[in-house]
């Protein structure tokens, strides 16, 4: 985007000398949000969630730093816009909208166009609009999410901060997918997401651990509802887990990871399955809740295990996976220097990360008990072969960075250049 473009950009914003960014991050069920000051730093002033989004018992919750004011009450959350419609009342009623200088939105999915964060336009929601059919899970309501912010600000920027956009620069091996080339013309690749994600834990291990670490050969394990793990080596993504859609890679809370294509054709004579039946078992029916049959919540997991030999398949099978995945890696960047751990388990599971670990000793990774134990920040020896390290990872900041970024707006660290 050109100076003059960031220009008309903000002018076209009331008050868009405004310091403040929003953040909407949309899953299958909830919207996060996170609001922003700009000035004196970038700085997280409001965070919260409507959740439980299309189901009974609907809340939004809030968290106001500046005045440690917290509370949840219930809310009619029918759909995606509903929910939004519900933030931005709230937000007009406290007067808060009067400093908004843009939103961001996370978008899973930029397809073949988009690969790089953009304000948002009629021409960018009628090419999301096309390719919905690459994820349907997602960008149909991503989009409601982007049209209801537009309904009740016109005027106000959008910028679409793409999950996709980090592995834009994957190595062509890596892209593609072994069936027939005319597909690969269509846009039908692998494509990778948690990008936010990915992007964020990369600034984040630059500034915990300096720039030559950043450089080496790393691996990120993004381990939450969704999980995925990239490699990556002199900055740059050569792998990643996940595929032409968020279900590949290994197996997640509620999503299959990858299977024998050949169990698309079997379902179908043996149970009449179709296209849409079986999208709905590999995303919402497998991964931990398949293998379980109970939960897809690996605290649920955990405490079951002991009694519950579903609970313990499923986490076995889970960690079994991304170990093998961690391997694979290793192969892929000649060796491993730093592995992450993010997302809701690889922060808060000790026991998990413990067993992803258990048998890489022979890559140099091992982990020191008392400090795997209090989820610190490294948590192998001071001196080990590979930095094993726990990092909190946080899309709702990196969008806001990036929100900042395309407008033109400066963070804290270029007014100090």
């Given amino acids: 985007m050109s100076v003059h473009e960031r220009s008309r950009l903000q002018r076209a914003v009331p008050g868009s000398a405004g310091r403040s960014v929003l953040a909407l991050n949309a899953g299958s069920s909830s919207i996060k949000f996170a609001w922003f000051d700009t000035v004196p730093s ?3 002033a409001l965070a919260g969630r409507v959740e439980r989004i299309g189901l009974p018992g ?15 009450r219930p809310v009619a959350a029918p759909d995606h ?29 930029g397809g073949p166009r988009y690969v790089e964060a953009q304000a948002i ?71 990778g997401f948690h990008g936010l994600s990915y992007a964020f834990l990369m600034e984040e291990l630059a500034r915990v651990a300096g720039a030559r670490a950043a450089r080496g050969r790393i691996v990120l394990a993004h381990l939450g509802n969704g999980t995925s793990l990239a490699a990556v080596r002199e900055g740059k993504p050569l792998d990643t887990s996940m595929g032409f859609t968020p279900t590949a890679g290994v197996p997640m809370s509620t999503r299959s990871g990858d299977l024998d294509p050949g169990l698309v054709r ?39 295990e002991a009694d519950d030999a579903r609970a313990a398949e499923a986490i076995a099978l889970y960690c079994y996976r991304i170990r093998q995945c961690i391997g694979a890696y290793a192969a892929t960047l000649g ?71 395309t407008l033109g707006i400066p963070t804290h660290e270029e007014r100090s250049a």
């Fill in 335 to 405: 060796g491993i220097d730093t592995l992450v751990f993010a997302g809701g388990i690889g922060e808060n599971a000790p026991e998990v990360r413990a067993r992803i670990c258990e048998g890489l000793q022979f890559l140099g990774i091992g982990l020191v008990q008392e400090r795997n134990a209090q989820n610190a920040p490294l948590v192998c020896e001071d001196a080990a072969r590979v930095a094993v390290r726990v990092i909190r990872t946080d899309e709702e900041w990196m969008i806001a960075k990036t929100v900042c970024r």
């Fill in 58 to 72: 609907a809340t939004l919750t809030v968290a106001d730093a500046r005045s440690r004011d917290n509370s949840t």
């Fill in 266 to 304: 079997y379902l179908a004579s043996t149970e009449g399955m179709d296209a849409n039946r079986f999208a709905a078992m590999v995303n919402f029916e497998s991964g931990l809740l398949g293998i379980s049959e109970t939960s897809s919540d690996m605290r649920d997991l955990l405490a079951r």
């Fill in 42 to 44: 970038l700085e997280r």
């Fill in 81 to 109: 816009a509903a929910g939004v419609e519900l933030l931005m009342k709230w937000l007009a009623a406290r007067g808060e909208h009067a400093t908004l200088a843009g939103v961001g939105h996370r978008v899973v999915h």
């Fill in 121 to 191: 336009d009629a021409n960018m929601i009628a090419e999301l609009s096309r390719v919905s059919a690459f994820d349907p899970q997602h960008l149909p309501e991503e989009l409601s999410l982007i049209e209801a912010v537009q309904a009740r600000f016109p005027a106000l920027v959008q910028v679409a901060c793409f999950d996709t956009a980090f592995h834009r620069d994957l190595p062509r091996v890596a892209q593609l997918l072994p069936i027939p080339r005319r597909y690969a013309d269509q846009g039908v690749r692998r494509y």
